[in-house]
C-alpha cells in the first residue's frame, strides 16, 4: 500500500508561482511511475505530469515550459514547479503513482493506481 500526501498549495496571482510536494510511504519513488494530475470544477481530471522510476519526463501540452516535475528518490518526494501561473490552471492537483515497477502510461495521467487527497492551487488574474 502507497500513502501519498500533497502539500504547498494555495492562492496566487497569474504569473506568479507555486511548488508542491507529494510525500509517500515506503520505498517509493525509485520503483514506479509518479504524477500529478488536476481537476477543475465541472471538468474531467487531467494529467500533467509523470516521471517515470528513471527520471524520463512527460507533459502535458497545457503546462510545457511553465512545468518542471521532479523527484528526490532519498526523501520520498515528489514536486511540482509550477511558473507563469494562468487562471485556467485553478484546480484541484492530485499526486499519483503506478503500481509497484509499473510503467507510466502512453499518455500523461494513465495507469495509475494511487491517489493522495489533493492540494487546491487557485490562480486569480
Known amino acids: 500500500q502507497v500513502q501519498l500526501v500533497e502539500s504547498g498549495g494555495g492562492s496566487v496571482q497569474a504569473g506568479g508561482s507555486l511548488r508542491l510536494s507529494c510525500a509517500a510511504s515506503g520505498n517509493t519513488y525509485s520503483r514506479r511511475c509518479m504524477g500529478w494530475l488536476r481537476q477543475a470544477p465541472g471538468k474531467e481530471r487531467e494529467g500533467v505530469a509523470h516521471i517515470d522510476k528513471d527520471g524520463i519526463t512527460t507533459y502535458a501540452d497545457s503546462v510545457k515550459g511553465r512545468f518542471t516535475i521532479s523527484k528526490d528518490n532519498a526523501k520520498n518526494t515528489l514536486y511540482l514547479q509550477m511558473n507563469s501561473l494562468k487562471p485556467e490552471d485553478t484546480a484541484m492537483y492530485y499526486c499519483?503513482?503506478?503500481?509497484?515497477?509499473?510503467?507510466?502510461?502512453?499518455?500523461?495521467?494513465?495507469?495509475?493506481?494511487?491517489w493522495g487527497q489533493g492540494t487546491q492551487v487557485t490562480v486569480s488574474s
Open positions: 499519483a503513482a503506478t503500481a509497484t515497477w509499473s510503467k507510466c502510461g502512453g499518455v500523461v495521467g494513465q495507469n495509475f493506481h494511487y
